[in-house]
């Protein structure tokens, strides 16, 4: 056959040269999305909520024998806010729904002075896999001006979500507020804590004395924490960006939380984080089944 024939049979001079620019534009150009098997499957479920993260990870377990269809997290956020596709508009499925997305309005990262930090990858792979019971994960809802807001923690397993108000967003603070929540809990049952950067967090060493382990997340990699940023996203729904956290009282919160920990959840077979949470408590056993 010759190349950029026509019909591949015989060479036309005008044919070969239309089929030479379009090899040529395509050259070193991929999929956005890898193929189109992969952008197919991941639109389906950025449509339906999933974050880039669930998206990811179930794509794995679905297709373990094939390895085309894999994609990490981080690409699909970059098609998400990609030009060319943003008027799909997939963020608004995002918990928070933004439109936009960068570092420069974010808080500012100060993992090199955080005394004692171990890496998320210095986390053993039983706290990744979610089969273990006691993991949290942490982090900081910020009020008006970034002074007041409120300290969350999520229990990856059963995704029962705890939030205390904070008068202001510092270390002494923040840590006041994860000891407030964990003393409530039988002891033992906080085995470790993955938190981001943030400086309220460097007084985190000092739940080592309780026996909490805690690890950090890599800066700007809020999708290693996916349990406590989706629930903070919903906490959002009812305290939006601005909200004067003084005006608001514990009860408040309480409030909202206890609708958020009361939802059943698909990821646990319909069952809520409330009744999983205080199932693994009174060490029941809770049959959880994923739904694709």
């Not at 956005?32 to 991941?42: E, G, Q």
């Not at 963020?91 to 890496?119: E, T």
């Not at 994960?137 to 029962?160: F, I, Y």
Request: one cysteine or more.
């Amino acid at each position: 056959m010759v190349r950029n024939s026509f019909k591949g049979e015989y060479y036309v001079a005008i044919h070969a040269q239309n089929k030479s620019f379009q090899r040529k534009s395509l050259a070193g150009k991929r999929h956005p999305l890898k193929n189109k098997k992969v952008f197919t499957w991941t639109v389906k479920r950025l449509v339906r909520g999933w974050s880039p993260e669930q998206i990811s990870g179930r794509m794995k377990l679905i297709f373990k024998n094939d390895f085309e269809m894999r994609i990490v997290p981080e690409t699909i956020y970059s098609f998400v806010y990609l030009d060319e596709f943003k008027h799909r508009k997939f963020w608004q499925y995002f918990p928070r729904a933004h439109k936009k997305r960068g570092q420069k309005g974010g808080r500012k990262v100060f993992s090199d002075s955080i005394i004692n930090r171990l890496s998320i990858h210095d986390r053993p792979e039983i706290v990744s896999q979610n089969i273990e019971f006691g993991h949290f994960e942490g982090d900081s809802v910020v009020g008006l001006n970034h002074k007041s807001g409120v300290h969350t923690e999520v229990e990856r397993l059963s995704r029962m979500y705890f939030a205390t108000k904070v008068n202001s967003i510092n270390s002494k603070e923040a840590l006041e507020a994860q000891i407030k929540m964990f003393s409530t809990l039988p002891r033992n049952t906080v085995k470790s804590v993955t938190l981001d950067n943030g400086r309220e967090n460097h007084l985190h060493y000092k739940l080592n004395k309780f026996g909490i382990k805690t690890y950090f997340a890599d800066p700007y990699s809020s999708w290693q924490r996916g349990s406590n940023e989706y629930h903070n996203g919903l906490l959002r729904r009812y305290f939006p960006k601005k909200t004067d956290f003084t005006k608001v009282t514990q009860k408040d919160i309480d409030e909202c939380v206890w609708e958020i920990n009361n939802r059943p959840r698909k990821c646990l077979g319909y069952f809520t984080p409330f009744e999983v949470f205080l199932a693994k408590l009174n060490n029941q056993r809770v049959a959880i089944q994923s739904g694709m």
